[in-house]
C-alpha cells in the first residue's frame, strides 16, 4: 500500500477523528469516554513523591512518563562482600552486624528512551554511612562507566525516599546494558536497606540521519526527522519510485497502516476468559 501522507495531516486526522469512530473508547483495558480521557491525560504528572502517577505512564508516546522498578528480588551479587539478605522480595539488607552487602540491579529499558529521574527508597538508621549506589553501563567489552551518581545525602531517621533528577541519559542497548549497583552497611544495632527502585524515563524521537531516504524530503525539510523516523520503523515505505510525497492528502485506510504499525495493534484471539 501506498504511504501517501502528510505528517502533520496525520497527527491532526487522528486527533479530530478519534471521538467520531465511537462514543467509548478501550483505555488502559478499560472502556471510558474519550471527554474523560483527554481530561485525565491533560493532568500531566509532575515527577515527585507525591505527584507519579502509574496509570499515566504509558510505554508509548514521547510526552508521557514511562516507568520501570527494581526491587529486592531483582538483585544480583557482586564482588566483594556478598553477605545479605532477602526479606520477602520486599526488602534487602546485610545478613550480618559489622558486614556489608554488594549488590546490582540490572535495568532493562528500551533503546534510545531518555532516563530522566530516579527514586529509591530505602532504610538507613545507620548514622555513620549512608548506601553507596550509582547507575552503571557496561560495554561490549566489559569497561564499566558512571553514568549518574545515586548516592542519599546524609540520612539516619530510618524510611527515606531519595530522588535524582532531573538529569538526562540516552539508553543504547547496542553498546551497553545498564545496572544500579549498591552498597549497604550494618552493625550490631542499625542497617540499612533498600525496598526499590523507580526509574523514570521518556520515548524519544530517533535523531534525524545523515542522508535522506526520500528524493522529495531533503535534510532540512521541517518534518525531516519525523518522516525519517517513520521509514526507519518500516511504519511507512512511502508513496513509490523513492518519494514520500509529504503534502499528498492522508486517507482513512492509510491511517489505519500507520496506527496500527507504530502501537502494533492487534485483535484479541479469544474472548475474555
Known sequence: MKGK???SVFIIVGLLTMPIFAEELQWNGKWADPAEIRQFESQSPVPGENSITPQAMPSWGTDSWSSTNVG???ACPRDGILDFSVQGCFSIEPTNANTSASIGFPLDLPHGAEIQYIYIYYYDDHSTSNPSMGLWSSD???ITTLIQGLTPSAFDGGNNTYQVGPFSHTVNNWENSYSILAI???DASS???IYRILVLYKLVVSPAPATASFTDVPTDHSFFRYIEALYDARITTGCG????????????GQMA????R???LHYPADDDP
Do not use: I, M, W
Not at 241 to 252: E, I, Q, S, V
Not at 257 to 260: A, K, R
Open 184 to 186: 549497604l552497611n550494618r
Open 191 to 193: 542497617t540499612e536497606k
Open 72 to 74: 529486592a528480588c531483582d
Open 257 to 260: 497502516v500507520f496506527l496500527s
Open 241 to 252: 519510485a523513492g518519494k514520500y510525497c509529504p503534502d499528498d492528502p492522508l486517507t482513512r
Open 5 to 7: 501522507v502528510s505528517f
Open 262 to 264: 507504530a502501537l502494533g
Open 140 to 142: 561490549k567489552t566489559g
